[in-house]
């Protein structure tokens, strides 16, 4: 799979790569290979790009620089969500950073910012390699499929210390390698290149162990190649077979003819056997059983070659049957869904894991495998032989490892690969000894191998115990987070927990506490001992500046506000243009408070007169005495119940409400075949659409929504769940999915979703109220007010103003309704109120600096919305989002009888990437806080600046 830059939109021309230029050094069996891209961008504006690829099992990022300044600045190691959070708010200055993240398994994007209109962006990526064993040679792989052609390709490979000459093949033809010195080398530059295919090159390997060194700070590292004999014993297959079948979406990029000559030789070797098939997708499907007779599984793989691959990927969503003798996966490893733990296999149970992807987390699976004694089989067109020996004999294995001056082993598999065991670790000693005990051929055999400080260096040995680390960590990568973290940042690694980051300014590595590269590391130390202070004062008056916003809150809510006919509007004031920002009016000297807080009234039609937020609502009143301490506020706090929020704050009786929401309809080409289909072959007909748009995150939320018209849920929410699959680890995504999988009424299936958003965007209050609005709509109501609570009491970046009071209206909301004693011992007093509403709308949205507005007029024709802020009738909008998500929210304590519409309006965006339409969700609530609750949600779309639709209305019973 080439690196493919992300353009969402194909109505502006793609970036596109100017420049390859390769370089690579081999040693031993292990390769360093460095890669340098110079992307284009052809159109009229700077944009941000995001280049999505694949390393091949066994790679390793160790390295990555971007252009700054006319040179390469190298990146430095950071937490991977902090990352993401430093990346978003430079990029929204406008100033240089680069980010390279490790999405699932071996697959990684990088983000750069600035690529100027008609500019270039220089990118360097090194990554490092163990090379694998073809009979007595090293196999050095390099892929060259970038696509299309490019104006400058230069490629140079250098072999040191290798016995004979290199041979090379593939996609460059035949190629010499010329001898200079003690090396071999290959050069090749091209002009108008179009890059394909896989370069090949096998290099004579020594018979004989070999250790290699590497000093460093933290010690001195080893790695140790032992070429064992290559022996094999035919494995006794089992008379009952589970085949765990990967059925998911992206289960249609593997390679399924190689995958079934591997299945038909493992059938033939069972002769008679019964082999229960499972389905593996955002859920199992019920279990299927066929009968292998001598061999012959037509019927089985009948079914399989018609499988239509849909759906996430729930790999860990299956349970084991005790009569099963082994267990074969056929997967990526991409699990994608849910959050359930992998099963655990009985004793002699064996896990095979057949992975014919280029896109894939081996890692996970090798460690799924090995964890039970089996193991990881690569697939392909050219291995099907090595494929169907490995799957049907067992290799050389290694039953122990042990070390005498050494410590910190890592063994890169327990199975001989090709004939090669590689062994890496840290010597304490200048000498050591390995001691090696192996299972070959039903025999035990025991072997040392020397190790000494004085071995040849290498500068790659302490990166190979890094991966090997990760390797075995990453099958309980739950468990391990903080140990995979530590080792990223150890060895200045791209992770599942670390990220790569560059930054144009010293200050922004102060700014954002991020160790900077070392030249600038003494700069560095002053400026950052004077920003400490100032943070330390940021953090103790953020819950200061929240109860006051609580605080205004309360006083709106709890004013009497006229429900009388609207007062003529006042002569109107000149209005203000503010450049190309938003049109503000001018407030006359004069204006009192209670002026601001009955505004003159704002026609539905007419265009708006904006006043400012801040004085549009009536004056606070005044704060609680100060409490000494903590523990005279949290007295009395530990069961706040409904009970007595309902005694203190009883309201009337609920007017009668009711609400019709507009169906939201796309006009896309496929939503005339989907809504003419019949229940019974609706589902085929998404399939046959699907490979036209699958790609569009809008495809499968609008099949789905007919799929839920017809009845048929259980095939909606697979649909939906394809959003998982889309664009690894995008939140965007996860949140659309997330939202709607809610709408469905499947809040056990979006709390995953929400949790894996949060672990990926902790800077984000979002991500928090998300997953505290999941946990209530699934009844775990006090893991739902904790969530809520992180959002009143973490800081945030000024682009989400006074979420903090949003978050406690739906704390408070919970807390009154649950039924249930909450403890919220844990939380101020003071921002424990309930307050009951008539009418709530909240808006949220998927696309980040974005400014989308919600709008409400009230029956006097009175508009409420980020520029109007109160109505006469006590109508009230929150703050204006204007970078992105929302909420934006609208409350209405007491509602005057009439009709409220509520429309959506997409203000604008300052994206840097080109993007598509942009997903909203819009939820109405009558009798908020309430026993009567209601609440209905719908999701929309808008595609361009100024659209606006309608969303659905409120009527108010007199």
Request: hydrophobic share 40%.
């Given at each position: ?7 969402a ?6 970036i596109?790569?100017q ?11 292990m ?7 110079v992307f284009f ?22 390295g ?12 430095v ?7 993401r ?19 699932q398994?071996n697959?990684?994007k ?5 690529i100027?209109?008609g500019?270039?962006?220089t ?7 163990s ?8 196999q050095?792989?390099?892929p ?9 390709f230069?490629?140079t ?10 041979q ?5 033809g035949?190629?010499g ?6 090396q ?13 295919g ?10 004989k ?5 590497q000093?460093?700070e ?15 014993t ?16 992206s ?9 079934f ?5 493992y059938?033939?070797?069972a002769g008679?056997?019964e ?6 997708r ?10 292998i ?26 349970k ?7 267990y074969?996966?056929?997967s990526d490893?991409?699990s994608n ?9 009985a ?7 057949l992975n ?18 089996g ?5 392909s ?9 490995a799957?049907?004999s ?15 082993l890592?063994?890169e598999?327990?199975?001989a ?5 590689r062994?890496?670790g840290?010597l304490r000693n200048?000498?050591?000894q ?10 035990l055999?025991t072997a ?5 400080a004085t071995?040849p ?8 115990w ?8 990453e ?16 060895f200045?690694?791209?992770t599942r927990?670390?990220s ?7 200050d922004d590595?102060?700014?954002y506490?991020v ?8 700069a ?7 920003r ?10 953020h ?11 309360i006083?709106?809510?709890?004013k ?6 609207m ?25 009192t408070?209670p ?6 009234p704002?026609?539905a039609v ?12 009536p ?21 706040y ?9 009883a ?11 507009q169906?939201?309809s ?17 589902y085929?007909?998404?399939l ?19 799929l ?10 697979r ?5 998982a699959?889309?664009d ?6 996860l ?6 999988l809610?709408?469905a ?9 929400f ?16 997953l ?7 009844q ?8 809520l609570?992180?959002v009143?009491?973490r ?25 249930v004693?909450?403890?919220?011992s844990?939380?101020?007093p003071r921002f ?20 989308m507005d ?22 009230r ?6 970078q992105?998500?929302g ?6 304590r ?17 994206q ?7 997903t909203?969700?819009?939820?109405l609530?009558?009798a ?8 209905q949600?719908?999701t ?11 969303v ?7």
């Amino acid at each position: 799979m080439p690196p493919r830059l992300i353009i969402a939109n194909g109505a502006e021309e793609p970036i596109a790569l100017q420049s390859l230029h390769v370089s690579g050094e081999i040693s031993g069996g292990m390769a360093q290979t460095t890669v340098q891209m110079v992307f284009f961008n052809p159109n009229r504006r700077l944009l941000e790009g995001q280049l999505q690829f694949p390393l091949l099992d066994g790679q390793q990022i160790v390295g990555f620089s971007l252009d700054i300044e006319g040179r390469q600045r190298p990146a430095v190691p950071v937490e991977k969500a902090k990352g993401r959070q430093i990346f978003e708010a430079i990029e929204r200055r406008r100033v240089d950073p680069g980010l390279l993240e490790a999405t699932q398994g071996n697959n990684f994007k990088l983000r750069i910012y600035p690529i100027p209109a008609g500019g270039t962006r220089t990118v360097e990526i090194r990554y490092v390699e163990s090379l694998a064993r073809q009979g007595k040679n090293w196999q050095y792989r390099l892929p060259l499929a970038y696509g299309d052609r490019m104006r400058d390709f230069d490629l140079t490979l250098n072999v040191h210390g290798a016995m004979a000459a290199p041979q090379a093949s593939g996609s460059l033809g035949a190629i010499g390698l010329v001898r200079t010195g003690e090396q071999y080398q290959m050069h090749v530059n091209e002009s108008g290149f179009s890059a394909s295919g896989m370069l090949n090159l096998l290099i004579p390997a020594s018979e004989k162990p070999q250790t290699y060194t590497q000093v460093r700070e933290d010690g001195t590292w080893f790695v140790t190649e032992i070429p064992v004999a290559e022996t094999r014993t035919a494995r006794s297959l089992p008379k009952v077979i589970g085949l765990l079948w990967d059925s998911s979406g992206s289960g249609a990029a593997r390679d399924h003819d190689a995958e079934f000559t591997i299945l038909d030789r493992y059938f033939k070797a069972a002769g008679n056997a019964e082999v229960r098939l499972t389905r593996l997708r955002d859920r199992p499907e019920p279990e299927q059983s066929f009968h292998i007779v001598n061999g012959n599984w037509s019927a089985l793989r009948q079914i399989l070659q018609n499988t239509a691959y849909d759906g996430a990927s729930a790999l860990s969503d299956w349970k084991p049957e005790a009569d099963v003798g082994e267990y074969l996966l056929v997967s990526d490893g991409l699990s994608n869904y849910g959050n359930a733990a992998f099963p655990k296999l009985a004793a002699g149970q064996r896990l095979y894991a057949l992975n014919s992807a280029l896109a894939a987390n081996a890692s996970l699976l090798s460690a799924w495998a090995e964890n039970t004694g089996g193991r990881l089989i690569q697939v392909s067109a050219q291995t099907t032989a090595a494929a169907t020996q490995a799957l049907l004999s067992d290799a050389t294995h290694v039953e122990a490892l042990t070390a005498a001056g050494a410590s910190d082993l890592q063994i890169e598999s327990h199975d001989a690969k090709n004939g090669i065991l590689r062994i890496a670790g840290r010597l304490r000693n200048p000498e050591a000894q390995l001691t090696l005990t192996t299972r070959q051929n039903g025999r035990l055999l025991t072997a040392t191998i020397p190790l000494s400080a004085t071995a040849p260096a290498h500068p790659l040995a302490a990166y190979l115990w890094a991966g090997y680390r990760l390797r075995e960590l990453e099958g309980n990568r739950d468990v391990h987070r903080a140990e995979i973290r530590r080792i990223g940042q150890q060895f200045g690694l791209a992770t599942r927990e670390t990220s790569l980051i560059v930054l144009e300014r010293l200050d922004d590595y102060v700014r954002y506490d991020v160790a900077p590269p070392q030249e600038y590391q003494a700069a560095f130390n002053q400026l950052k001992k004077l920003r400490d202070g100032d943070l330390r004062q940021t953090r103790s008056r953020h819950m200061e500046n929240v109860l006051q916003q609580f605080q205004r809150k309360i006083a709106w809510w709890e004013k009497d506000f006229s429900k009388d006919d609207m007062p003529k509007p006042k002569k109107p004031t000149p209005d203000a243009l503010s450049g190309a920002g938003r049109v503000r009016a001018i407030i006359p000297p004069a204006m009192t408070a209670p002026e601001l807080a009955s505004p003159a009234p704002v026609s539905a039609v007419a265009a708006p007169v904006i006043a400012p937020p801040a004085a549009a609502e009536p004056p606070p009143t005044p704060a609680p005495a100060p409490v000494t301490s903590r523990q005279r506020f949290s007295e009395g706090a530990a069961n706040y119940s409904a009970k007595s929020v309902a005694s203190s704050d009883a309201a009337p009786a609920m007017p009668e409400i009711s609400v019709a929401l507009q169906k939201w309809s796309a006009n896309a080409p496929y939503i005339d075949r989907l809504k003419a289909a019949s229940a019974d072959t609706v589902y085929a007909i998404y399939l046959d659409e699907k490979p036209s748009y699958a790609n569009s995150s809008a495809f499968f939320l609008d099949a789905a929504d007919v799929l839920l018209e017809k009845g048929q849920r259980d095939l909606a929410l697979r649909v939906l769940s394809n959003l998982a699959e889309m664009d690894l680890e995008n939140r965007a995504v996860l949140r659309i999915l997330g939202y709607r999988l809610l709408q469905a009424g499947a809040p056990q299936l979006a709390i995953p979703v929400f949790e894996k958003v949060r672990q990926l965007a902790e800077e984000e209050p979002q991500s928090f109220r998300d997953l505290g609005l999941a946990y209530a709509a699934n009844q775990q109501y006090q893991l739902a007010i904790d969530q809520l609570y992180e959002v009143v009491q973490r800081p945030w970046d000024a682009r989400f103003p006074e979420i903090e009071t949003i978050a406690l209206a739906e704390l408070n909301q919970i807390v009154a309704t649950a039924g249930v004693a909450l403890d919220t011992s844990r939380m101020d007093p003071r921002f424990l109120k309930s307050m009951p509403l008539d009418l709530r709308v909240v808006m949220t949205w998927d696309a980040d600096n974005s400014d989308m507005d919600l709008w409400v007029t009230d029956p006097n024709g009175e508009k409420c919305f980020y520029g109007y802020p109160l109505t006469h009738q006590g109508g009230r909008m929150s703050r204006d989002f204007t970078q992105g998500y929302g909420p934006e929210e609208f409350s209405l304590r007491k509602a005057k009888p009439g009709k409220y519409k509520i429309e959506a309006n997409y203000f604008g965006n300052s994206q840097q990437l080109i993007a598509g339409d942009t997903t909203l969700q819009v939820k109405l609530t009558t009798a908020f806080g309430t026993p009567q609750q209601k609440e209905q949600m719908v999701t929309l779309r808008l595609k361009d600046r100024q659209d606006t639709v309608f969303v659905g209305e409120f009527d108010v019973a007199p």
